[in-house]
């Protein structure tokens, strides 16, 4: 049974940053593609990163290009997303998905493209 789990959450000022895990377990992961969504309160869960299943192919929403880094560890079943800058806005409870498949289509900011999910980790930024 697929189990995905968050961690690095937390209360940082604005400007600040943060790291956040997610490991995967009961499958083969290493070709999955692996991405992290965001929702706020009263609005929709959208996109922030991907990482595709060779690594080096990553991408991420307009708003926080330049200041999130997502990686990954194959090894370790584990994607990261290092948060830096923080805004206010960036408030939300972030959650990783996980679509374990040779996925090679252009949907990775789509919830749908993801098999799998964390139960969310919850990021707060004051201003």
């Known amino acids: 049974q697929v189990h995905v789990g968050e961690s690095g959450g937390g209360l940082v000022q604005a400007g600040g940053s943060l790291r956040l895990s997610c490991v995967a377990s009961?499958?083969?992961?290493?070709?999955?593609?692996m991405g992290w969504f965001r929702q706020a309160p009263g609005k929709e869960r959208e996109f922030v990163a991907a990482?595709?299943?060779?690594?080096?192919?990553?991408y991420y929403t307009d708003s926080v290009k330049g200041r999130f880094t997502i990686s990954r560890d194959n090894a370790k079943n584990t994607v990261f997303l290092q948060m830096n800058a923080l805004r206010p806005e960036d408030t939300a409870i972030y959650y990783c998905?996980?679509?374990?498949?040779?996925?090679?289509?252009?949907?990775?900011?789509?919830?749908?493209?993801?098999?799998?999910w964390g139960q969310g980790t919850q990021v707060t930024v004051s201003s």
């Open positions: 998905a996980v679509n374990p498949t040779y996925y090679t289509g252009t949907y990775f900011h789509l919830p749908t493209t993801y098999d799998y």
């Open positions: 009961g499958g083969t992961f290493s070709s999955s593609t």
């Open positions: 990482i595709g299943w060779s690594g080096p192919k990553t």
